[in-house]
């Protein structure tokens, strides 16, 4: 079965209403997001998730009677690549909305670049910094302190008293996570007996897992991306970290790579979603259709991208007759209560453009994901 085929039957996608300007313009929608490389695994179900969407979209006259075109690029998670494709598609491709980078350090360095060629930019960076590059600058993700809460939550009325903490430290937004669940855990009387840093490119953590093990720690807290965080938490177990210490982790403990790379090791860790299959008709109807066009449940990140592409049809929609880059700039940032398959289902971009969902904590349970 095509994409084009599939049903509309995902409650988002009635946020398709019909406001149609008086005269079609066309628009392009440069995506420029890690297909290959560290951050695939955001990247990949990122686009999927974007492509059922348009799909879905220009089936519902949902673009508002604009032709609209959709232009991919992977920036092999490369910040300098990020720069120079995104430099390309504003100047040299006219795109009218940038939808991308991933990472917080690929956004940090293209945030100031497309807000200079004022050409709105939709990343998925978790830190807020990035939108200090200015007022063309959106983000998918809330902040670490309201998705995190409900992980910091839950770990605390697990009752610890202590926890070793591991980020990536060449990386602001898993800096800022760590700094978040750190601030919780000792606000609550947890303490910490350890925090390491570790790079993005490291393998061997049998130093780090030595000294989380002999820190004797109640609880195991990593932020890195998935496949790394499983390892870490694999060598630890192999060194002697008790069975029963609380493991939790950021959203990439919800992928489906996490699962894969950790095993059993990682059965019960904890991580905040922002994405529940069954959570509303919506979200089952959206799991349901992203299932038959891949053949595999949808995570976190396919939901992103797809309430990703349903925010710029929604943009452009309400963007007017003239749909200009500043036009859209104003229509993302008016966004308020949109109909979304995540969080508590429906989307709204504060005064200083930080998005606004809700979001539960989740837990790695018999191979998938199943509430604490």
Not at 184 to 198: F, P, Q, R, T, Y
Not at 330 to 350: E, H, S, Y
């Amino acid at each position: 079965m095509t994409m084009r085929k599939l049903k509309l039957s995902c409650l988002a996608a009635t946020a398709i209403a019909l406001a149609t300007p008086v005269l079609a313009d066309d628009v392009k929608v440069g995506v420029v997001v890690s297909t290959t490389q560290t951050y695939a695994f955001v990247g990949v179900p990122l686009v999927n998730g974007m492509k059922l969407a348009a799909d879905e979209i220009s089936a519902g006259n949902g673009w508002g009677g604009n032709k609209v075109d959709i232009v991919y690029q992977d920036n092999r998670s490369d910040k300098q690549e990020a720069i120079a494709l995104i430099t390309r598609m504003a100047e040299s491709e006219n795109a009218d909305i940038i939808i991308g980078p991933i990472a917080t350090s690929e956004a940090m360095a293209t945030g100031p670049v497309a807000n200079s060629l004022k050409i709105p930019m939709f990343t998925t960076a978790t830190s807020p910094a990035v939108l200090e590059a200015g007022p063309y600058i959106f983000k998918s993700t809330e902040t670490a302190d309201a998705y995190l809460a409900p992980v910091a939550e839950q770990v605390i009325s697990m009752g610890p008293k202590s926890c070793f903490v591991v980020t990536i430290r060449d990386n602001e937004g898993y800096v800022r996570q760590r700094d978040v669940f750190r601030a919780s855990l000792e606000k609550a009387g947890v303490n910490i007996v350890g925090d390491e840093g570790i790079l993005a490119a490291d393998t061997d953590f049998t130093a780090l897992s030595t000294k989380i093990v002999s820190a004797e720690p109640d609880c195991l807290f990593v932020t890195a991306p998935p496949e790394q965080a499983a390892n870490i938490i694999i060598q630890a177990k192999q060194a002697g970290l008790e069975p029963d210490t609380i493991l939790a982790g950021d959203s990439g403990a919800g992928s489906q790579k996490f699962i894969d790379a950790g095993g059993s090791a990682i059965e019960g860790t904890i991580f905040p979603a922002s994405f529940v299959a069954d959570s509303s008709e919506s979200a089952a109807a959206f799991a349901a259709n992203y299932q038959k066009a891949y053949g595999n449940a949808p995570d976190l990140w396919a939901a992103t991208g797809y309430t990703m592409m349903q925010t710029v049809a929604n943009a452009i929609r309400n963007a007017g007759s003239d749909v200009t880059r500043d036009s859209l700039r104003d229509a993302m940032a008016a966004t308020k209560d949109m109909p979304i398959v995540m969080g508590q289902g429906k989307l709204t971009f504060d005064e200083n453009r930080i998005p606004h969902m809700g979001g539960i904590a989740m837990m790695i349970k018999d191979g998938g994901w199943a509430k604490p």
